[in-house]
């Protein structure tokens, strides 16, 4: 992003230079899929790809903002902020959620725009929402707290828009680091920042495939999750170890039981993922992405046929380590490890061949860890 367009966009709609340029990440997650809701394990890692804000603080508690992807201007009042619909529904939620754990906020005019592609998945209001808070913290003079803000923005996000999604999201999107995956403990919030391989590139496929009833099936695998929880005794899923997951065959519906089997099996990848990460084991990575979807597709069900399609088409590609679906599911992306000098030339044999399998166009991404929410500018 040419911070130069920004802040020409911004003396175009409010004839004055902006004061600040902020940015906040999409993510990507690399390893750790459902288990955040479960209070376990995740792996994600910022990518470069981000929502921006160029932005001048206002004397009164105005908040305008043009929209320049969407050609839109919008404004509200942090005094009567009252629910819409659209996008500034995630703006309106931070606010809200800032104000309600008691930071004092100053308005702002801003212009925003984003290069996160929408719906695929790739936590586009997730950077949205940090971007927000970035903004408001920068406005209004109080301190950069990631976990905190995250928190905040999940918090919009469950409140205020009306989404149940886990933490996973907002703290990729807050705390991560350039050149680093973000290994995040989901109940304590504890963040290691985890050196990616060398000579990998970290590749996403979008299947070009949404579907549209995410929202209740991902809260029938959350309350599925509870009901494994409730029965082992435990406060979540993370609280099961890989020994004990038997004794579930006993008492929980078969469905249940594959439910729980999924994220046990997935904390425990997780953990095995940093240790080898750590260790520079590129091709034991890979088996774990490979495994990870497989439990996904058979154990949790969220993947769908274009997901499957695109990850058989990455795993037979001879520069794959592995590949495996990421997000919450049903559509959306996947995400592959591949041999750096080879990324270009697998993104086109893969989109070849899932375009023959499926009949449909791939979007691919090749990633670089960026830094989570920061101020560009200011
Ligand atoms: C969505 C949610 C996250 C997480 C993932 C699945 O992205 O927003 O909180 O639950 O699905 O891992």
């Not at 899929?33 to 394990?41: A, K, R, S, V």
């Not at 930071?103 to 586009?124: I, K």
């Not at 680091?177 to 920042?193: I, M, N, P, S």
Request: charge should be negative; glycine fraction near 8%; hydrophobic fraction near 45%.
């Amino acid at each position: 992003m040419e911070t130069q367009t920004l802040e020409q966009s911004f003396l175009t709609y409010f004839n004055a230079k902006p004061e600040i340029i902020v940015r906040a990440p999409g993510r990507v997650n690399l390893i750790g899929e459902h288990t955040d809701y479960n209070d376990g394990f995740v792996l994600p890692m910022a990518i470069d790809h981000a929502v921006w804000m160029a932005l001048s603080p206002r004397a009164d508690l105005q908040v305008r903002i043009r929209s320049l992807d969407l050609e839109v201007d919008s404004a509200f009042d942090l005094n009567s902020l009252a629910k819409g619909e659209g996008w500034l529904e995630y703006i309106k939620g931070v606010a809200f959620q800032l104000q309600k754990a008691g930071y004092e906020l100053r308005g702002f005019d801003a212009v925003m725009t984003g290069d996160v592609p929408r719906g695929a998945g790739l936590s586009s209001s997730a950077a949205v929402e940090l971007a927000t808070a970035r903004a408001f913290a920068a406005v209004s003079g109080f301190a950069w707290d990631a976990a905190q803000m995250a928190i905040i923005s999940q918090k919009a996000e469950n409140e205020w828009v009306g989404v149940n999604c886990g933490i996973m999201d907002q703290m990729a999107s807050a705390a991560s680091k350039a050149g680093y995956a973000l290994f995040l403990d989901c109940r304590t919030l504890e963040v290691q920042h985890a050196p990616l391989p060398e000579n990998i590139s970290v590749v996403i496929l979008d299947t070009s495939t949404r579907r549209g009833l995410v929202d209740s099936a991902y809260n029938e695998r959350r309350s599925q999750c509870e009901e494994a929880a409730r029965w082992f005794g435990v406060k979540a899923l993370r609280d099961v170890s890989v020994d004990d997951l038997k004794k579930g065959e006993s008492g929980l519906s078969e469905v249940v039981m594959k439910r729980a089997r999924h994220i046990v099996t997935e904390n425990a990848r997780v953990l095995e993922a940093v240790q080898v990460m750590k260790a520079g084991n590129v091709k034991r990575l890979g088996e774990l992405f490979n495994a990870s979807h497989a439990s996904l597709r058979d154990d949790f069900e969220v993947t769908n046929e274009a997901l499957n399609q695109i990850v058989e088409c990455a795993q037979e590609q001879s520069s794959c380590f592995g590949a495996r679906m990421t997000g919450a599911g049903f559509g959306g992306c996947a995400v592959a490890l591949v041999q750096e000098e080879n990324a270009q030339e697998f993104a086109n044999a893969v989109s070849a061949a899932y375009k023959q399998r499926s009949g449909l166009d791939a979007s691919v991404y090749v990633c670089k860890a960026s830094e989570g929410a920061s101020i560009v500018k200011g």
